[in-house]
């Protein structure tokens, strides 16, 4: 009897004895040495998870003094220079610290592994190093909060990050280009174990889609990283030593530095959204028990997505005075993106239709993401539309719309696929009444905040600005309320779900019926991932037996 | 000079040490090397940020880019291009001897392939010592630049010192590891454990050449015009 038969119809029960069997990665062994030393990806993906918790936690407390200070439209609450900082660590803490690491370095690290039945990743110390690297750039972040912040904007554009702005310009700069290493490397890791350490009968195409996704998303970080890593070496040169090539005032063309900025920086839009969409695609048929609809369509969508992104940079710069040429190339070609993100969506839905939905917190997340992912990405078609990007173009219209995709998107999918796995992670299951709940306050939460920008955006008012005309404190005051609502929304969770490791139900090895090989191998798993090394004689989203019942 | 045959008299048995969470040896090797190729791809774009720079520089500035270009001291750049490919053939060479099981020849290789990088690192230091004496360091305030008026040569010779800086940290490291590497892999039994290291490093070894040979054109050659 093979693996998959032995395991398909069965459950083992919940709180079954151990006896006999491995002790489970969290319990193999209890120091601190063995945890921080650990070259286990589980339990360098839980390191991760607690560390991109308190950045998230960090980059959500100036998002609310943001909020804060914009409930007066005359700035009354801080002064500009502080404005300028807030809104400054809010991004690149959220972007470097938060966004780009979330899913690849916890899911990704603790999953992949298991999806393709491997016992580790191909490198488990340099796993171990991208964490190290992660905590070092992290360093410098905090040192540059503490001594008093950075007012540069997340995107750092040269000359003012070079030669005008007297904030702490340069560890913000080192603390992002150190974190870039750790992508590197996670990204190096991802390519080469789903290249080399696939389980034997797991071929391409019988990976689960978040496998696809990790693997899209690694090479954005082995082709894009380095980019922005010189990039920002070269600012770090003209500040620091003089070394300069965009300084304006030498013949230096700043708008260069924008160019090699947005061409990591676009594709790193996809390092935040692919990883959510893998999420989403493993979250959607688990909870219709129905096959993923068109899986080779949203496979090769999901490679689509990551070479298109590389060709679309430009799209960042229609007012900078590129030649109409690039600008209308550009339009076009984000336009395509269009496509393979639409596939998806397509497909999603079509997997639900006529599923038999269980509409558990994970799906609730999942829903919500297809919703404001959809309503991001048709806003997006707005901005590469030239004449349409002129008139939104710097203003809080742009803000709600790529919040949609990185919230409203990645944040979501973060958060279903936290409440889905953690069973698996910990053991236990979380309070179901509890999560449903707080999905239900981040969406609603989501949407007051969000959506009234893209009302303020349209009306002119511009990012970054301290001061608003009065007639815009309705819809400011609004989003701020809005934001009270997500924020008690993401406290519920980190309440419970702590709450759960003790509390919590004993997990069994599959409580959503659902079907890949992580959920083969009990809750939470032995060492090395399995007690027998597996091999597979099964298709992807094998749900068919199911939907036969229904 | 030992004759070659007491050379394979000596020949060891060449192996791997088979990791835990690999199944197979071949599996393993395959691993390392692809591993190392996705790094050398991250590198070779990390460096086509500053070859871009020198590109746009040239189309933006060409008249300035072909005088700041006119400094650079050919021929020892072209020097270093040879020295660097003398060094990969010994690289490949000690790669070679090590799948023989011949680690005396191996060693060797390496620590001629060492040295070849270090008179690289004498030759461009140099380089520098020539470019300040002739007063080509624009971003030294002591020193006053060659060409006052022409601003846009300095952003040129900015992204010269980048780029040949860069590659001569990626050859400071290279050199670093290559001696650690050297003393390990002359212990005996270590062809044994871990051949394929020599094999790894050898792709790093010789990436570094590979970007020089790119470098080299693109800042010395194609603005001497």
């Known amino acids: 009897m093979s693996l998959s038969e032995s395991?398909?119809?069965?459950?083992?029960?919940?709180?079954?004895?151990?006896?006999?069997?491995?002790?489970?990665?969290?319990?193999?062994?209890?120091?601190?040495?063995?945890?921080?030393?650990?070259?286990?990806?589980?339990?360098?993906?839980?390191?991760?998870l607690l560390s991109i918790t308190f950045f998230f936690v960090l980059g959500s407390i100036a998002a609310g003094l943001i909020r804060l200070s914009l409930v007066v439209p005359n700035g009354a609450i801080f002064s500009n220079d502080t404005y300028n900082k807030l809104f400054t660590i809010h991004g690149v803490v959220m972007v470097w610290f938060f966004l780009i690491p979330s899913i690849p370095t916890t899911f990704g690290n603790f999953l992949l592994p298991?999806?393709?039945?491997?016992?580790?990743?191909?490198?488990?110390?340099?796993?171990?190093?991208?964490?190290?690297?992660?905590?070092?750039?992290?360093?410098?972040?905090?040192?540059?909060?503490?001594?008093?912040?950075?007012?540069?904007?997340?995107?750092?554009?040269?000359?003012?990050?070079?030669?005008?702005?007297?904030?702490?310009?340069?560890?913000?700069?080192?603390?992002?280009?150190?974190?870039?290493?750790?992508?590197?490397?996670?990204?190096?890791?991802?390519?080469?174990?789903?290249?080399?350490?696939?389980?034997?009968?797991?071929?391409?195409?019988?990976?689960?889609?978040?496998?696809w996704t990790m693997y899209a998303t690694s090479l954005i970080f082995l082709l894009a990283t380095p980019v922005i890593t010189i990039a920002l070496l070269l600012l770090v040169l003209e500040r620091a030593f003089g070394i300069g090539i965009f300084d304006p005032a030498l013949g230096g063309d700043p708008v260069l530095f924008e160019h090699l900025f947005w061409f990591y920086s676009h594709p790193a839009v996809y390092i935040m959204v692919l990883p959510g969409m893998g999420v989403i695609s493993e979250i959607v048929p688990a909870f219709a028990q129905k096959k993923l609809f068109g899986y080779r369509f949203v496979a090769y969508a999901s490679l689509g997505l990551a070479s298109l992104t590389f060709f679309v940079w430009g799209h960042h710069m229609f007012v900078n005075g590129q030649s109409e040429v690039a600008s209308l190339s550009f339009s076009l070609l984000s336009f395509a993106v269009a496509v393979p993100s639409a596939v998806k969506v397509y497909n999603w839905t079509a997997t639900i239709y006529k599923g038999s939905i269980k509409l558990d917190t994970p799906m609730l997340y999942a829903m919500g993401y297809i919703g404001l992912f959809v309503l991001g990405g048709l806003t997006g078609l707005f901005l590469a539309t030239l004449a349409i990007d002129e008139h939104v173009h710097d203003t809080y219209f742009v803000v709600a719309h790529f919040h949609y995709i990185m919230v409203g998107g990645t944040a979501l999918a973060f958060l279903g696929g936290l409440h889905y796995w953690w069973p698996k992670f910990t053991g236990r299951m979380y309070p179901e009444g509890w999560g449903r709940v707080s999905a239900f306050f981040i969406f609603i939460g989501f949407n007051t905040t969000f959506f009234p920008q893209f009302l303020l955006g349209y009306l002119g008012m511009p990012r970054r600005y301290h001061t608003y005309p009065p007639e815009f404190q309705l819809l400011n005051i609004l989003s701020s309320a809005g934001s009270l609502i997500l924020a008690l929304g993401y406290i519920f969770p980190m309440i419970y779900l702590v709450w759960s490791l003790r509390y919590g139900k004993r997990a069994p090895a599959n409580p959503w019926h659902a079907r890949g090989l992580e959920w083969m191998t009990t809750s939470p798993p032995p060492k090395h991932n399995f007690e027998t090394p597996p091999t597979v004689d099964f298709e992807p989203y094998d749900y068919r037996d199911r939907e036969s019942r229904v | 000079m030992r004759p070659v045959l007491s050379y394979v008299a000596a020949a060891l048995p060449v192996d791997i040490a088979l990791e835990e969470q690999f199944t197979t040896k071949a599996q393993q090797r395959h691993a390392a090397k692809f591993g190392m190729w996705c790094w050398l791809i991250t590198e070779l774009l990390l460096f086509g940020g500053l070859l871009l720079v020198a590109t746009v520089l040239?189309?933006?500035?060409?008249?300035?880019?072909?005088?700041?270009?006119?400094?650079?001291?050919f021929w020892i750049g072209a020097s270093n291009t040879v020295v660097l490919i003398c060094s990969s053939l010994t690289m490949s060479g000690a790669i070679n001897a090590s799948r023989l099981g011949l680690q005396t020849l191996m060693v060797r290789c390496m620590l001629a392939t060492g040295?070849?990088?270090?008179?690289?690192?004498?030759?461009?230091?140099?380089?520098?010592?020539?470019?300040?004496?002739?007063?080509m360091v624009p971003f030294l305030d002591w020193r006053p630049y060659a060409l006052p008026h022409d601003h846009a040569s300095r952003l040129f010779i900015n992204d010269y010192f980048a780029a040949t800086g860069l590659h001569g940290v990626h050859l400071i490291t290279g050199i670093a590891i290559l001696l650690v590497l050297t003393r390990q892999a002359s212990r005996a039994g270590y062809l044994s454990l871990h051949q394929n290291r020599i094999e790894i490093f050898g792709l790093y070894w010789h990436f570094i050449d590979l970007v020089w040979i790119i470098v080299f054109p693109t800042l010395y050659l194609v603005n001497r015009g």
């Open chain 1, 114 to 211: 298991i999806m393709i039945g491997a016992r580790d990743v191909a490198f488990p110390r340099l796993n171990r190093l991208s964490w190290y690297i992660f905590v070092c750039g992290a360093l410098f972040t905090l040192f540059t909060i503490v001594v008093g912040g950075v007012d540069t904007g997340w995107t750092f554009y040269a000359p003012f990050s070079t030669t005008f702005s007297n904030t702490w310009v340069i560890p913000a700069l080192l603390g992002v280009i150190v974190v870039g290493f750790s992508s590197i490397l996670t990204g190096l890791n991802f390519v080469v174990t789903l290249h080399t350490m696939r389980a034997p009968g797991m071929t391409w195409f019988r990976l689960p889609i978040f496998c």
């Open chain 2, 115 to 135: 040295g070849l990088g270090s008179v690289f690192l004498l030759l461009k230091a140099y380089e520098y010592y020539r470019d300040y004496q002739e007063h």
């Open chain 2, 58 to 73: 040239r189309v933006l500035h060409p008249a300035s880019v072909s005088a700041a270009a006119t400094h650079l001291k």
């Open chain 1, 7 to 48: 395991l398909l119809h069965r459950d083992p029960a919940p709180g079954r004895g151990t006896i006999g069997r491995p002790p489970d990665y969290l319990h193999d062994e209890h120091t601190l040495r063995s945890w921080f030393f650990s070259i286990d990806h589980k339990r360098i993906g839980i390191l991760y």
